[in-house]
Structures are given as structure tokens and as C-alpha cells.
């Protein structure tokens, strides 16, 4: 079996400040894994310990303890780097080049040998829609701009596996659908994606796997399935219910929200065979009878505020 | 292990890119340059004032002008270089542009080597613009050089790159303007040890030596007699040793810095 793209087993991240001597614990024992192929998304709320695992697994400090691998290699190792495209959060660039003059310092930075570096250059300002904008100085550019350029210098390399940091980040709806994108099309080609974003739909859309994580502890971590199959209820949905049957409904457990046209019934699993047997018998036509799903937010807000972390 | 030259190059080249466009620099040489030049004019005015009866007096101020610009071009071109390698690496950490960059196949030695190489080229640059300074006030005063023109080059070049792994050691651990105070420190020292020495106690007198580098040693001024009197020689073996010396500490202090930027974080906390 191909060993993960990623690997954190038991990391823990302690900031010591300089003076005073307080520590701060910004990660308690991480574990976890990337397949390769595989989009991963690693969500959590501000100050969760995204960024610092990012910054681990990238090489740019040091874990405390534990054991992480890159591709097989230590974090840090240029033969992991050589194969990884990284985008940052708020992507960081010198201001006074052009786009096509800082593509062409990361190029000459990922040792990549190529017949024609200027075509290669021009695809991607081309794939993130920054073609006409090159000769322009970067730091005259929109966020989104920079966030699209960042994007571009990420995927510089031809990298195995992109590690972003928030990419849809001062995008606006249309970009975000491109970066959206981008990344399937990514997928598609068989890159492992390992990104962290707070726009939960989106992740929805495009990871196969999520791992959540709340001040530096581990909450969760499943497929996107085992996600949002969390809700152990089904919704029945029925023509009318008269009033009179209403208390009986109720004694089930379920819940009902009344429409226009049609009523709405959610009860847990166990009792929907014999709520919907109750429906046909007394009269109602049973229009549908469907598992409920909860949304990843859904999913994400009751596991953060169930306190996963202690 | 596979050295990436050409992506020490590349650093190289962007380092030195950037202190061409760097405000601090380019306003702190427009200034120096400026006094430099303002210093000119009383030059002009002692070669003018010049007569037979008081040609003695007015050679010995305008020796004495040339020797002050030569002394403030060394101290500004040590500071520049202290400042220029603290700046190159704490700008970058500070704006958040080593990411990306620390993301490409790039060891960070050699990303550190690569600063240093760009701080080298900027302070040749110095080096041969100063010269010409010094040549051209030389010129103006009359005065003729006696001095080999690769040790008014290497010497200096050598002291600024001293100066620079200093900084640049420092600046691992310190903020830019610690930095910049400690080298001030550091250099004042130095010349207070230098001119005082013998009313120092020796049990003061040797740690100093020890730690600070003997940058008097690796003054251009030693062998730059603008005076008509004839060159004192020098065997190339002094040459060797002194070089030697300055290359070596640089390079100590080169190394230590890799080591601590090694174990450092590269993100802001």
C-alpha cells in the first residue's frame, strides 16, 4: 500500500514566550492522514491550529513532538518541497514585481528545467485569469488578485501535492467558483489537495475527506460522507396532516413544519416505519420519505460546540 | 547532497534586486553621499586659499579633510552592511515572503547563503563607488595615491562582510534595530579598545579581543598614504594573515548564524 501524502502522528506544539516564561499549547497531540489522490480539507475555527499545523507540516517550525512525514520524507526535506505546490495564508509577495517576474523568480527557485518557461508562465496567469494584468506591479493589485497569483505560484512546480491555506480567501463569488474549479480539475489529474477554509459549502463541494480541529486538539475526522451522514433522522413529507392526528405525530418524537402545500416530519430512524404506517392509515399522502443530512456546517457548528476539545 | 547554486543565485540577485529599491538604503546613500559631497567645498577652499607661504598648513588640512571622508566612508559602509544583511532577512520574515519562498526546494542555508552573497554584491558596488569618492577628493586636493588598488578594494570588502554575518547572526535572535544598536556598541568599542589599549587591564583586554573582531586590522587606510612620501611595504604573508583573519570570523559567524536560523520559526507567531 502507498504510504499517505501526509502523516501527523501524536504532534504537539508548545510556544514558550521569550520572556516571562508562559507556554502556550497551540496543538495537543495531533494525529492524522492524507491519502494520496485524496482532497482533504482541514477545517477549524479561528485560532484552531490550522496555520501552525500548516506551517509544521511545510517545514517552517517545528513540531515539539510527535512524528510527521511529507511524502515519505521529514517536513522541510527539498525532495517533499520539490513535489509540493504551498500556498500561504494572505500570500506574501515583493511588491515591486510584476506577476510575471515573480513566477519567474519561484520558477527558477523550484529548479524546474522546461524548453519554455515563458509558455508555462503564461498558462497559469491565463488559468487564474491574471493574463492581462502582468506587466502590472503586484502591489498594485486587488487581494483577489494576489490570492489568484498566489494560487498560480503554487502550481508552479507541477507539485504532487498542493497544500493551501485558506484559497478562496478575498476571492469574490466568481473567483471562488474558479479556484473551486481549479482544484477538481486538480483532483481530477489525481493531486493530493490538503486545504484549510472556512467556507464550509465549498468544502462540501470538493473534499473526499475533512478533519476538524478546535484549540489545537483533534474533534473529528472522516470521510465527507461519514460527515454528513450524522443525522441519525429521516424526513417525511406529506400532502396535509389533519390537526386532530398532530399529538400523535408528536408522540413519535418528531418534529413537523408546516408548508403551503405540504407538511414536513422529521423523526429519528427507529420510529419511521411505524410514523409513516400511522400517515397512510389515517388518510395522508406520503409524498417522500428521505434520510436527512445535515450540512457541514451543521456538522462543523454542533462538533466545535460540543466541545471536542477540552 | 545536492547544493541548489542556482537557487543561491537566484536569491542572490533578488537580494541585491531589492536593495536597489529599498527606501532606508537609497535615502541614507543620497544622504552620505550628499555630505560627501558638501565636504568638497572646503577642499576647494583650502586648494584656493594655497599660496607658497602657507602650503604646508593647507596640505596638512586638506590631508586631514581627505582622512575624515575616508573614515566616514568605512563607518557608513560597516553600518550599511550591518544594516543591509539584518534588513534582508528580517524583512523578509517580517512580510511574510520567506514562506513561499522556504516552500521551493531551498535548504535554508542556502537561503541564508544567498542573502549574504546579495549583501556582498551590494557592498561591492559601495566599495568601487567609494573608491572613486576617495580618488576623486584625492584628485581635487592634489594629493596622489600610493596604494595597491586590490587592498583598497578586498580590505574594506572584507571588514563589511565581517560586519554583515555579524548583523546577520544577530538578527536571527534580535529585532533589526537591536541589531543595528549592538553593532553601533560592538564598533564604538572596538575603537575605544583600539586608541586606549593600554589603559585597559589585561583581564578585559583579552575576552574583548577574543570576541570582537579586529577590524582595525582590516582597515584600507593602513596602506593608503596620500602623502608623497613612499610606501611603507608589506609581505603578502601579513596580507594572507589578515584577509585570513577577517574571512574566517565572517565565516564563523556566517555558520553560527545558518545554525540558529536553522532551529528558528520562519512564520510570525
Redesign the interface.
Known sequence: MAKPAIEFAGINKVYQRRFGGVQVAALSNISFEVARGEVCAFLGPNGAGKTTSMNILMGFIYASSGRSCVLGYEPGDVRAKERIGFLPENFAFYRYLNAEKLLQFHLRLSGRQLADPAALIASLLAKVKLDTYKGLKIGKYSRGMVQRLGIAQALLGDPELLVLDEPTSGLDPAGRKEVRDLILALKAEGKTIFLSSHILSEVEQICDRVIIIDRGHMVRAGTMQEMLAEDNRVEIIVDQLPEALEQAVKEQGASLEREAHRVRIAVDVAHKRALAEMLWASGCDVVSLTPMKSSLEDTFLKLVAEGGAP | MNI?T??IR??AL?TFG?FL?NKVILLFGSLFLCIVLLMMTPLLAYKAMTNPANAQQMQGLILNEVAAVISMVSAFGSLLAAWAAADSVAGEMK???I??????????WEFMAGKYLGVLMLMAVYVVAMLGVTFLLAWLGGQSFHASLWTLIVYPLVRYAVWASIAMLLVTMLHPILVMGVVVIAMTLITVFASASRHIPAWLRLPVHLTLPLTGLLSEERFLVITKASLKPFPWTSHLTILAYGLDYALLCFLLAVFVFQ?R???R?
Open positions: 541548489s542556482a537557487a537566484t536569491i533578488s531589492s529599491r512580510s511574510g515572503t514562506l513561499a519562498v522556504m516552500a521551493r526546494p531551498l535548504r535554508r532551529r520559526s520562519l512564520a507567531d
